[in-house]
């Protein structure tokens, strides 16, 4: 499908979202402006990683697009910036790279990117990763709220079964995470976080696949921080609880 079918086919959000873009090339900065505005979005633009971070603080930003490397302050460092500020953590952050190696990906996890384009950027893909990233920002901001939580996948009613069927399940695959954890039986812990991480994938409950992704993280780090692990198990907990009540 070209960009312009997906484009008419793409509702019109219900608020005009802002999306900071940082790139040291003049060239790449219009680009990415172009094919933001034709799709929708209002766009900030900015070259270096020191300036994305103040725009962040400053402005109400619902998504970065940030090059990896820049001159004065490349990607990665601005990044880890932003998501060390409580304020700001949970702004989506898409990666621009044209390298993609292994050393940048392990950077690129390790400063909580969200995910990545590639260059030379398919006008396609770019909206496609934005639009999901945003949707899992508001699916994230319903279930902190306790509002109603609407699969970003599908309405077909067999779907909405299978959604009733994931959300009832909640509490007992947590549970699960937590007795393993503290019972000190670390591979049934990492076991049952991939599964959550999956299934929260497949059943458009991408909160909780990021959720799942940052204990994976901690649970394979060394040393282990236990004490942000029980944090975001905790959060996990309080995060299902809210689901439940919005989905009844």
Partial sequence: MGIRSF?????????????????????????????????????ILCNDGTEAVEIANKQDISLILMDIYMEEMGGIEATKIIKSNKALKDIPIIAVTAADSLEERAQRIEAQMDDYVAKPVDPTNLIKR???????????????????????????????????????SLPDRINQIKTSFESGDLESAKRYVHSLKGTGAMAGFDSYTL?????????????????????????????ANRTSKSCK
């Fill in 7 to 43: 484009m008419l086919k793409k509702k019109k959000p219900a608020r005009v979202e802002k999306i900071l873009v940082a790139d040291d090339s003049a060239e790449n900065r219009l680009l990415l402006e172009l094919i933001l505005k034709k799709a929708g979005f209002e766009t």
């Fill in 130 to 168: 934005v639009s999901k990233q945003l949707k899992i920002t508001a699916q994230m901001e319903c279930v902190l709220n306790g509002k109603k939580i609407i699969s970003i996948n599908s309405n077909d009613p067999m779907y909405k079964k299978a959604i009733k069927i994931f959300v009832k």
């Fill in 211 to 239: 959720k799942a992704i940052k204990i994976e993280k901690q649970l394979n780090s060394n040393p282990m921080d236990t004490k942000a692990i029980n944090t975001q198990i905790e959060e996990l907990i309080d995060m």
